[in-house]
């Protein structure tokens, strides 16, 4: 049996650099390549076996949840953890899903809905966190918009800031996560991941691998644009958000 079986897809921001699309769409429902954006990873994970995929969401809830409803129509199962009218962040939003039983309690694949990528996430399948470790990241080199990077890796190892002269890349939204992650947030309290990743960093709990694939924060109007004018141009057929 796979290490991996489920997956969480973090749904629940505004999309406000995304506005006004987004101001009746829900930014994960925003289409690109003639697919919502979100779609592309529910059936990227679908075609990797893992087909238990929880999904937070707050910001037109409704519509997001109407679309996809249960996921059988994409062969897969997918929990909804609805936060308030205000999201409860990365964190937040992970300890509302542990806490009433959408996300098991178990190590998990972390998706942000607002990327989209070639990954192959049955790369992932496989991977065993070990005792104490928290997350095992994936990045990539820096695009434009985040030329200073986020995470510098040092032996396997993730951390703030690199040693002597590595380099520092940016997180691709994609991870491998701990349930012991989010330990000791309060329920209903936001939260944001990073900070929990930087202790954890500190702590010598966090791995990380640099991917090649192709990549885009589809953060703005021009880089929605930028990833429609890939998928057109370029044979995408093979990858399995197809």
Do not use: C
Not at 134 to 147: R, T
């Amino acid at each position: 049996m796979p290490a991996i079986t489920q997956a969480m897809i973090l749904a629940a921001g505004k999309g406000t650099r995304l506005r006004p699309l987004t101001l009746e769409t829900p930014k994960p429902l925003v289409e690109v390549g003639g697919q919502p954006l979100i779609v592309w990873h529910i059936k990227a994970l679908q075609a990797a076996g893992i087909t238990h995929i929880t999904i937070n969401t707050s910001w037109l809830a409704d519509k997001l949840m109407e679309t996809l409803d249960d996921g059988s129509q994409f062969g897969v199962t997918l929990q909804w953890s609805v936060e308030a009218d205000e999201p409860l962040e990365t964190a937040g939003g992970i300890f509302q899903a542990l806490q009433t039983g959408k996300l098991k309690d178990a190590p998990f694949i972390l998706v942000n809905s607002d990327v989209w990528t070639m990954y192959d996430f049955s790369q992932l399948q496989d991977y065993k966190l070990g005792n104490d470790q928290k997350a095992h990241l994936l990045l990539i080199d820096n695009p434009e918009h985040n030329d200073s990077g986020d995470f510098a890796i040092n032996n396997g190892l993730a951390s703030e800031q690199p040693i002597g002269d590595a380099d520092k890349y940016t997180f691709a939204g994609i991870s491998v996560m701990s349930p012991r992650v989010v330990d000791g947030l309060v329920s209903g309290q936001p939260a944001a991941l990073a900070p929990l990743l930087r202790q954890a960093m500190l702590k010598f709990q966090v791995t990380a691998d640099i991917i090649k694939d192709n990549w885009i924060d589809v953060g703005t109007p021009e880089r929605l644009e930028q990833v429609n004018e890939y998928i057109e141009h370029h044979d995408v057929s093979k990858h399995s958000g197809i």
